[in-house]
Structures are given as C-alpha cells and as structure tokens.
C-alpha cells in the first residue's frame, strides 16, 4: 500500500534525524494514511481511498460527491 492520500496527494517527507553530537542520519516521516471505504450515493458503489487524517476532515467539510469529482478532473481512476 503506497503510504500517499488520495485526497491531498500528501507524500512522506525527508530529511535528517539531528543526534547530540550533530551527525546527521537519513529519514522518513510517513503520513497518517488509511485505507477506507466511502458510500458514493450518486453510484451507489463503495469506494476504497487511501487517506490521510486531514483528507477525513476535508471529505467531511466538503462531501464524499466533490472529493470524487476533484480526484477524477486529476485524470486518476476511482
């Protein structure tokens, strides 16, 4: 499972864990993501996504039917 929302398209970032002694290693900080399933009543169809905490906030602020519509203007399938 690719560890990126679908919503927001947030990737892992990278960057360096800092020790006492200023050596710097490599590392990754993965998003909160989740695969999870969503009624689309337009469908009337389940559809899996893989989001992120803030992609749940943003599907309930803005509905399940625009989330789907703005992820298809993108060219991805759903």
């Known amino acids: 499972?690719?560890?990126r929302c679908d919503v927001l398209g947030k990737r892992p970032g990278t960057g360096h864990t800092v020790s006492h002694s200023n050596i710097k290693t490599n590392r990754?900080?993965?998003v909160n993501a989740h695969k999870k399933r969503f009624w689309l009543p337009s469908e009337k169809?389940?559809?899996t996504l893989?989001?992120?905490s803030k992609?749940?906030?943003?599907?309930d602020k803005l509905g399940i039917e625009?989330?789907?519509a703005d992820i298809r203007a993108t060219g991805q399938k759903v």
């Open 50 to 52: 893989n989001v992120s």
């Open 45 to 47: 169809r389940w559809i």
């Open 66 to 68: 625009r989330i789907v």
């Open 55 to 59: 992609g749940l906030r943003t599907i």
């Open 28 to 30: 990754w900080w993965k």
């Open 1 to 3: 499972m690719p560890n």
